[in-house]
């Protein structure tokens, strides 16, 4: 045992790998330890969804069953009043809804945010909704 340890010491890797090597051999039928080893895979291709959107607040949509915050857009929330006592969350759920109400929308995922929802980059044609709704003067 003592020499063993000794041969772990002096040549790690060449020790560990005659541990394992058995052991991979005898579960590499099950996938684990087995391939994959020098090889480079190609990232997964980035989830994108297209559809007609319904709108849910300034800054996020329902499309095919997805709930999606649009990306780098901060508009404020439903309730949120501003100058003179409006709705500015209204407002600005109101305003996407007549940005892309009636047209294609294709959402190209980032992630997920801390609600659960699919963070994405929207388009329509070729606008970025979170361009657009900025330039209609929400959000940041």
Same mark, same amino acid.
């Given at each position: 045992m003592a020499r063993f340890i &000794?041969?772990?010491l002096q040549r790690p890797g060449q020790a560990m790998a005659a541990f394992l090597l058995p052991f991979g051999l005898a579960i590499g039928g099950a996938g684990i330890g087995s391939g994959g080893v020098g090889r480079v895979s190609a990232a997964p291709a980035p989830m994108v969804i297209d559809g007609y959107a319904s709108v849910v607040d300034g800054a996020t949509i329902d499309?095919?069953?997805?709930?999606? $915050?649009i990306?780098?857009?901060s508009v404020p929330a439903l309730g949120e009043t501003?100058? &003179?006592g409006?709705?500015?969350g209204l407002a600005a759920a109101l305003d996407l809804r007549r940005l892309v109400g009636w047209q294609k929308i294709s959402c190209t995922a +980032? &992630?997920?945010d801390t609600g659960g929802r699919l963070l994405a980059d929207c388009r329509y044609g070729? $606008?970025?909704v979170a361009t657009q709704m +900025?330039?209609?003067g929400w959000g940041v």
């Amino acid at each position: 045992m003592a020499r063993f340890i &000794g041969q772990i010491l002096q040549r790690p890797g060449q020790a560990m790998a005659a541990f394992l090597l058995p052991f991979g051999l005898a579960i590499g039928g099950a996938g684990i330890g087995s391939g994959g080893v020098g090889r480079v895979s190609a990232a997964p291709a980035p989830m994108v969804i297209d559809g007609y959107a319904s709108v849910v607040d300034g800054a996020t949509i329902d499309l095919m069953g997805e709930r999606i $915050r649009i990306a780098d857009l901060s508009v404020p929330a439903l309730g949120e009043t501003c100058a &003179g006592g409006t709705d500015c969350g209204l407002a600005a759920a109101l305003d996407l809804r007549r940005l892309v109400g009636w047209q294609k929308i294709s959402c190209t995922a +980032r &992630g997920r945010d801390t609600g659960g929802r699919l963070l994405a980059d929207c388009r329509y044609g070729d $606008r970025d909704v979170a361009t657009q709704m +900025r330039v209609r003067g929400w959000g940041v």
